[in-house]
């Protein structure tokens, strides 16, 4: 169904979809969501019984019919683009701040552990964790995965290929939502958090999220 959905947008230049939430479960409506987002769409669902879909959304009345829009903000190009050059100055200048620790974490413990995580829509990438206590002091080698742009500061995460978990839809990041709230999810409560996040993304929600992360260690 997906494959149809695609070659019918590119066809026919469509720029909206719109869902009757009678036709399909929130699950395939997700689904179809999750495999036509590089096409930049507008979606609009016909919500039944007021059953509405977690999103960032607003309703409009068109022709006596209540419509819910779904926008995933994070794909929007000016936020894909202000994201990327945030983690790549901040990154840069947290890497030079920190070059003191990381050179003691490297003279201090020989072995860095070598992982290999998932990245967006079934990439892997490989990252150095320390053995040393805490998570600040592990994953601060991560530092140089977000600059490379296989990571981010903010987002969804880490997840090891070991875990059957390979569809993420944006980059892992060093925290996100569910760190904050120091909560440990399975791959059903991850996607809506994943869900969440790319509908309400901005540099202000990515902002509030790392402060917040300072409170939480």
């Not at 022709?63 to 990154?91: G, Q």
């Not at 760190?179 to 509030?208: C, G, P, T, W």
């Amino acid at each position: 169904m997906l494959g149809s959905i695609e070659d019918i947008v590119s066809a026919n230049k469509i720029r909206e979809l719109i869902f009757s939430s009678g036709g399909l479960t929130n699950e395939e409506m997700l689904s179809v969501m999750d495999g036509t987002k590089d096409l930049r769409l507008t979606y609009r669902i016909v919500p039944r019984d007021r059953d509405i879909l977690l999103s960032k959304a607003s309703v409009e009345d068109v022709s006596d019919f209540p419509f819910v829009n779904i926008e995933y903000s994070l794909y929007h190009r000016l936020n894909m683009f202000s994201k990327r050059a945030f983690d790549t100055v901040v990154s840069i200048l947290s890497i030079l701040i920190f070059s003191p620790v990381l050179l003691f974490l490297r003279l201090r413990f020989r072995e860095w552990k070598k992982v290999n995580f998932w990245g967006v829509d079934g990439t892997t990438f490989s990252g150095l964790v320390t053995p040393a206590r805490g998570r600040f002091l592990k994953e601060l080698p991560l530092l140089f995965n977000i600059l490379s742009g296989n990571m981010s500061f903010v987002g969804i995460s880490l997840i090891p290929v070991s875990i059957d978990d390979e569809k993420l839809m944006c980059k892992p990041g060093l925290t996100g939502l569910d760190r904050i709230k120091k909560l440990s999810v399975d791959s059903e409560e991850r996607s809506v958090f994943e869900h969440y996040y790319v509908q309400h993304q901005s540099m202000a929600f990515d902002l509030e999220i790392m402060i917040r992360t300072l409170f939480a260690f």
